[in-house]
């Protein structure tokens, strides 16, 4: 691998939330799901949205290529120190769960290049519904689902749409055009996933991912005053 509203279930980081200094490192937001779910767009939208108050960076991987981090330095959603990659050269579940090294790495370089930092985004490479990140790398857990894949994806669960803090279904804007169901939609996400937070999103749209933007600054605003997110 190479670098270049309502809140959750409580769980616990498999690493410290303090640096040895006892100040907070920043919170680690992972964002998976399938290819072209919107996963990318996602991530451009929140730094555009949250840099203005909170100290950000980024973390794409991808199988062979650095694209996704490319795009978001042309989009200048972040100065370009602010963004890098990890080609993961597999399945890119392997670098967020199994082996987390190069993603940590790449986390910490940033952290200590750029401190202080409030917030670091870590973007999966498209995989399928079971990808999840270790907890030893992502404090929370954002999965991005899309209606042009179908209405019955929320169904068919999978980790990702089962236990991430918040599924993001996205691209509502072309429901009508592709036959999907949002209120079945909703419906399945609610069976699959009890109490935890869906919300659905359209980035065609002006201030799409607000509601996003705000679930990310709650659990900001509760990670900065020290509190388990």
């Known amino acids: 691998m190479h670098l270049d509203h309502s809140l959750p279930h409580e769980h616990t980081p498999s690493v410290s939330a303090a640096r040895p200094d006892s100040s907070r490192r920043a919170l680690r937001v992972g964002l998976g799901g399938p290819v072209g779910s919107g996963k990318t767009a996602t991530v451009a939208a929140l730094c555009r949205t949250l840099r203005d108050r909170w100290c950000i960076a980024v973390v794409t991987n ?6 996704d981090a490319e795009y ?23 670098a967020i769960r199994d082996d987390i090294s190069a993603n940590l790495e790449a986390v910490e370089q940033l952290e200590a290049a750029l ?15 079971t990808a999840t990140f270790s907890k030893g790398l992502a404090d929370l857990q954002i999965f991005v689902i899309d209606v042009a894949s179908g209405d019955d994806i929320p169904r068919k669960g999978g980790p990702g749409i089962t236990t991430a803090d918040l599924l993001i279904i996205n691209k509502t ?3 009508p055009h592709v036959g999907a169901d949002l209120d079945t939609m909703a419906g399945d996400a609610k069976r699959q996933r ?32 020290g509190a388990t997110v």
Do not use: K, M
């Open 173 to 175: 804007d072309l429901a």
């Open 72 to 94: 978001l330095r042309r989009e200048a959603v972040l100065p370009p120190e602010r963004i890098t990659a990890v080609e993961t050269g597999a399945c890119p579940h392997t």
């Open 115 to 129: 401190d202080p930092l409030d917030l670091v985004l870590i973007e999966s490479g498209g995989d399928n519904l």
């Open 194 to 225: 009890g109490n935890l937070p869906v919300t659905f999103t359209s980035l065609t749209c002006d201030n799409g991912i607000r509601e996003v933007a705000d679930w990310v600054t709650g659990h900001l605003t509760q990670w900065r005053a």
């Open 62 to 67: 991808d199988i062979y290529t650095r694209e």
